[in-house]
């Protein structure tokens, strides 16, 4: 009985007990917070770029393509000159031995390119200046012998003469250089370093430079090449006499010098302009030689300081006259040189005389300025020059004489 009743009263413990947790579940669940859905995260990506595709692009393709058609078209008219000098070697002053004076062989090498189907040749003065022999090589390897027809060193050209059928001889084309811009596409073709048929390419860097000429006149006088073509497209010994041209294989300088403390090219080089080429070449086969037009006088760039030195406005340019040559146009024209001499932070400086501002219609602006306006001049002809004199401008009518050498 006892046992019985123990187990009555777990029954009733138990059923007591059951009601209270489902109840306390109850609250707990009424009380806990609510269930958190699980939440992803994505972060943009960027999408993986295609592996590019290098593709001949239209503008190179075009360029190629340009580049090989000029090259193939130019190089038949462009040859290899080579040149032998020769001159006398002295002996060593050496009291103890005598010897009679040798013959001394020099050779030297360069460029040029077919003018005409007559055989005239054309390249630079300096690449056959007291050459002896003259050897020619075309492109295909053939070699002849060549003549000196005509040359002038004011311009540093010169004219040969092969006797080669015309159907062999591949003329050049002629452009004009007077519409070359700064930043124009050039390509030059030439013999560097003995190497033929070599091409280079590069762009035009400056126009307007000046070259001293390899002549020198009577009293010292230097001259200069005007309108000079500079070019960054690379041109080295060998170079010389060779051609520079425009996209559409046209001639518009001739390649002939550049400034470089290695003797090779540093991306400075310059060309004769295609428009005095055009004038001196056809006169170098008729005649021989070209004959400058002389005005006689020796002058500087009027600067700023000069200017006010002279009471004048410092933004006046134009070409200081120095001298006067005697028995010269300028001197027959009553030119006047400079007078005295003032001093500017240490530096003397001419002043005192005629101001070039113009020669005819054209502009003087710099001593450069007037050189290339007096090669559009021949001997004989006559030009009215406005200077400034005295600080007002006057005109003064002068006939331009012949430039004279030594």
Known sequence: MQNKGYRIVLVVAALL???????????????????????????????????????????????????????????????????VRQGTLLPDDDMFQFEFPREQYRRGSGSGFVWDQEGHLVTNYHVVENASRIVVQFHDGRTVDAELIGSDPDS??????????????????????????????????????????????????????????ESMARRGAVYSIPDIIQTDAPINPGNSGGVLLNDRGEV????????????????????????????????????GRYTHAWIGISGTTLTADMASA?????????????QVSPGSPAEAARLRGTRETVTVDGQSLPVGGDVIVAMDEWPVRSFEELVAALIRFRPDETVTLRVIRDGRQREVSLTLGERPYD
């Not at 960027?46 to 393509?65: K, Y």
């Open 17 to 83: 007990i059951l009601p209270g947790c489902r109840f306390l579940e109850a609250m707990l669940a009424a009380t806990s917070p609510p269930e958190v859905a699980e939440v992803r995260v994505t972060m943009p990506t960027t999408p993986t770029p295609p592996p590019i595709e290098i593709t001949r692009g239209a503008v190179l393709a075009e360029l190629e393509t340009t580049l090989v058609g000029l090259y193939d078209r130019v190089n038949p008219s462009v040859v290899s000159i080579q040149v």
């Open 156 to 213: 540093d050209l010169a004219v040969l003469r092969v006797d080669v059928a015309a159907e062999r001889l591949v003329p050049v084309r002629m452009g004009g250089s007077a519409d070359v811009r700064v930043g124009q596409l050039v390509v030059a073709l030439g013999n560097p370093f003995g190497l033929q048929n070599t091409m280079t390419v590069g762009f035009v860097s400056a126009l307007g430079r000046s070259l001293p000429a």
């Open 252 to 287: 518009i300088g001739v390649t002939t010098a550049i400034i470089s403390p290695v003797e090779a090219s540093v991306g400075i080089g310059f060309a004769v302009p295609a428009d005095i080429v055009m004038d001196v070449v056809p006169v170098l086969i008729t005649e």
């Open 310 to 322: 002279m009471g004048l406005d410092t933004d006046t340019q134009g070409v200081q006259v120095i």
